[in-house]
């Protein structure tokens, strides 16, 4: 799973869909997570490096990445 190549993204967290023209605003670690992805790192690698960068439960920070991951797969942020 990776962000589309044509999302914009900024260390800010704005990004920007051109094909819609939607943007959004992202927290640090959503903007993080998101470079992760066009990176092309895996969610179980993601899972990883986010729980080595910070304290934070694991079964947490699962379903709140699960969670992330749907928000960006409804507004068509991925491609699959």
């Known amino acids: 799973m990776k962000l589309k190549s044509n999302?914009?993204?900024?260390?800010s967290g704005?990004?920007?869909?051109?094909?819609?023209?939607?943007s959004y605003s992202a927290n640090s670690v959503a903007a993080e997570i998101m470079l992760l992805l066009?990176?092309?790192?895996?969610?179980?690698?993601?899972?990883q490096i986010?729980?080595?960068r910070y304290e934070v439960d694991s079964s947490h920070f699962e379903?709140?990445?699960?969670?992330?991951?749907?928000?960006l797969r409804d507004?068509?942020?991925l491609e699959l």
């Open 14 to 22: 704005f990004v920007f869909n051109p094909t819609s023209g939607d």
């Open 63 to 71: 379903k709140d990445l699960d969670d992330f991951i749907a928000q």
């Open 50 to 52: 986010m729980l080595s």
């Open 75 to 77: 507004q068509n942020l």
């Open 38 to 47: 066009k990176e092309n790192n895996s969610i179980r690698e993601i899972n």
């Open 7 to 11: 999302i914009a993204t900024s260390e």
